[in-house]
């Protein structure tokens, strides 16, 4: 199986550098030229920047990214997770608090950045989230301020959509993932069965429950290369450098950001800008980038002998949404993934003549049910846990790619999920949308190409509130699963025996709590380093209009703004503030020619 699926990428990516091109220019390293704006990093928020601004044939952009082309079979829906053992990631390991465990924290390093090797679900997240971002001291940041860029990027093709809310014609395809396993469509009915209306998540409700909607493209990814730089690329007015990581911002005495330093083939170069310099480098880079240059808490550049340019909370609060492997359910029915038939040569082909197939599926997340726990403590009727459904679980390979990518061992592996190998299991991927508890990231050094420090902190608020929503959330899918439905196809609760809670009594609040804290699974939605926010708020890194507070021409525009947690998956959101972030830099531009 192993062999079969190396030697259809590399078909896939021969097949990729014909049909694509190249990227780049040679003046790449050519040092100190001028342009009017430079944007740092090609992931969803930095690609829509670029594309906005470059549609004005007069501004001139430099587009730097560290990482290089899109391997083409990140085109491959059920494949994502290959993403992660590939080059196109950081390949962070995030290692703390959580017993034993070595959790992956992925990261696009490529063109596209995130979206290249995300799960493509598309989740706006809630109006009560955004108008909360504005109550917090951000004006145009409410529900009905931030709708129209949500919809200007989106081309929506979704059956059941609510139309007010969603785009046409725009340059990012959300659709219907075009196959679902029976598992999903049992997911949905059971749901409804028990009380949850169906919904278009991203419309006028969220509490419900409902298929998934995705960044796809034919039954391929809709990355941010493919909607936003590819359009783009051809422009005169636009330079794209790949493999140039960005080390600083040059600032002058007068803490005005005037161009970067970038690396690039082991030379130290300069590019210079006009009029600003755009962050758009992601949740652990943006940071990163800022505290190199100077911008950061004092105490901590001052321990790694950086000198400060700016006294700003970068990097102090890193919100994540948590899950965890272990609510899994057995059927009676082959209802559900498996990766040896969705690469069998007719599903193959399926996939290559007509987008279809199982391996248009987005790493089998494929619907979600909306659901506020009693330990949430806000009275509004929004979610604080949104429950997905995985028609599959790493058995659906017989523990080969996707426990590797997951880094989970193989002990681990065969206590769990070898038993299921035999037989029909799906899970349910509890996330919870706004925990109390918050990470950070710091530098390790002074150097720019060592990585950053990041920190997780999961599961260490003092009101235990993280866990008690989780809690809730199992027994709320244990609730569900009694429906009629579920129990016509048979469905019974998997017991995972988990090394290190076998001292537990299986389905005890304390059996949770450890099988939590053992089997967690990040979701790879690190936000808010560089919190929005106020001048007077003490945690604000920038302001409602991106700029950072006391450093002129300087602004960031990605996933690291986010004032406060989303009912969201965040890439949908981070297309959001690149359009949002675009529009408000136009207008400066506009009103100062
Ligand atoms: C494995 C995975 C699965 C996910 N699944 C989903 C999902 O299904 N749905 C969803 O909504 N969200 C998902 N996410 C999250 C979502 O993809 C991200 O939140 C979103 O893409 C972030 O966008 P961004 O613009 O902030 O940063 P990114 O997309 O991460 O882009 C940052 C870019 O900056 C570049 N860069 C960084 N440092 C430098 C430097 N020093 N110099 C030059 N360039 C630099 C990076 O290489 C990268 O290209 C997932 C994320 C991962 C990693
Ligand atoms: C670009 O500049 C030219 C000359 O100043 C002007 O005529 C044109 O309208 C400008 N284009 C845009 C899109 O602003
Ligand atoms: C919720 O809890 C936080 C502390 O964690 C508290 O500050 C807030 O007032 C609480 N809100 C409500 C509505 O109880
Ligand atoms: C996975 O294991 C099951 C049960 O042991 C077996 O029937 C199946 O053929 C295996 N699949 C692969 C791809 O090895």
Redesign the pocket.
């Known amino acids: 199986m192993s062999i079969l699926l190396v030697l259809m990428c590399s078909v896939f990516d021969v097949t990729h550098g014909l049909l694509f091109g190249t990227y780049g220019s040679s003046t790449c390293d050519s040092s100190g030229l001028w342009y009017d704006y430079i944007v740092?990093?090609?992931?969803?928020?930095?690609?829509v920047v670029t594309h906005r601004l470059t549609s004005n044939e007069n501004i001139t952009v430099l587009l730097?990214?560290?990482?290089g082309l899109p391997l083409f079979h990140s085109d491959v829906p059920s494949l994502?997770?290959l993403?992660?053992l590939s080059r196109q990631?950081?390949g962070y390991l995030f290692f703390e608090g959580l017993i034993d465990n070595l959790m992956p924290?992925?990261?696009?390093?490529?063109?596209?950045?995130?979206?290249?090797?995300?799960?493509?679900?598309?989740?706006r997240g809630n109006s009560i989230d955004y108008d909360r971002w504005a109550n917090a001291g951000n004006p145009g940041w409410s529900y009905v301020d931030v709708l129209p860029y949500f919809k200007r990027s989106e081309d929506a093709s979704v059956v059941h959509r609510d139309l007010a809310y969603h785009g046409s014609g725009g340059l990012l395809t959300v659709t219907d993932v075009p196959y679902r396993t029976g598992s999903a469509q049992l997911f949905v009915e059971g749901f409804r069965e028990m009380g949850y209306p169906y919904v278009d998540y991203n419309g006028a409700s969220q509490m419900g429950v409902s298929f998934a909607q995705?960044?796809l493209r034919k039954g391929r990814r809709c990355s941010?290369e493919k909607a936003f730089i590819r359009p783009a690329k051809v422009r005169s007015n636009l330079k794209i450098c790949l493999h140039?990581?960005?080390?600083k911002i040059l600032c002058s005495s007068d803490k005005s950001a005037y161009g970067v330093e970038?690396i690039r083939n082991r030379r130290r170069l300069k590019a210079y800008a006009r009029r600003e310099v755009i962050l758009?480098?992601?949740?652990?880079?943006?940071p990163?980038?800022l505290m190199l240059s100077g911008i950061g808490p004092k105490q901590h550049l001052s321990d790694l002998g950086i000198r400060l340019v700016e006294n700003l909370p970068v990097g102090e609060k890193l919100y994540d949404h948590l899950s965890f492997f272990g609510l899994l359910f057995t059927v009676n029915k082959p209802m559900v993934t498996s990766l040896q038939e969705s690469i069998s040569p007719a599903n193959l082909f399926k996939f290559l003549l007509n987008g279809n197939g199982p391996l248009t599926l987005?790493?089998a997340?494929e619907a979600f049910a909306y659901y506020k726990t009693p330990a949430a403590n806000y009275s509004e009727n929004y979610p604080d846990v949104e429950l997905m459904l995985s028609g599959g679980s790493l058995q659906s390979d017989n523990g080969t790619l996707f426990r590797t990518a997951f880094g989970v061992t193989s002990d681990l592996y065969n206590s769990v999920w070898k038993e299921l190998e035999s037989k029909y299991a799906w899970g349910v991927l509890p996330i919870l949308f706004h925990p109390k508890s918050h990470g950070k990231v710091r530098l390790r050094s002074k150097k720019?190409l060592d990585p950053p420090l990041l920190y997780g902190n999961y599961l260490t608020d003092s009101e235990n509130y993280d866990l008690r929503a989780f809690i809730s959330s199992i027994r709320e899918v244990q609730r569900v699963v009694k429906s009629p439905i579920f129990q016509r196809f048979g469905t019974k609760q998997v017991r995972p025996s988990v090394p290190g809670c076998r001292h537990t009594l299986f389905d005890s609040d304390e059996y949770w709590e450890c099988v939590i804290r053992h089997l967690p699974i990040t979701?790879?939605?690190?936000?808010s380093t560089c919190k929005m926010g106020p001048r007077g708020d003490p945690e604000a890194v920038v302001d409602h209009k991106l700029r950072v507070h006391g450093v002129k021409n300087l602004r960031v525009?990605?996933?690291?703004v986010f004032p406060v947690t989303l009912s969201?998956?965040?890439?949908?959101?981070?297309?959001m503030?690149?359009e949002k972030g675009a529009d408000l830099i136009l207008n400066d531009y506009y009103t100062t020619e």
């Open positions: 740092v990093g090609s992931g969803a928020a930095g690609s730097l990214e560290a990482g994502a997770v993403q992660h990631n950081w924290w992925p990261r696009g390093k490529v063109l596209g950045g995130s979206s290249v090797i995300n799960s493509m679900l598309y989740v995705a960044t941010a140039s990581h960005v080390s970038y758009s480098a992601g949740a652990f880079h943006s990163q980038i987005t790493v997340l720019p979701m790879d939605h690190q936000t525009v990605d996933t690291s969201a998956h965040t890439n949908a959101p981070a297309y503030v690149g």
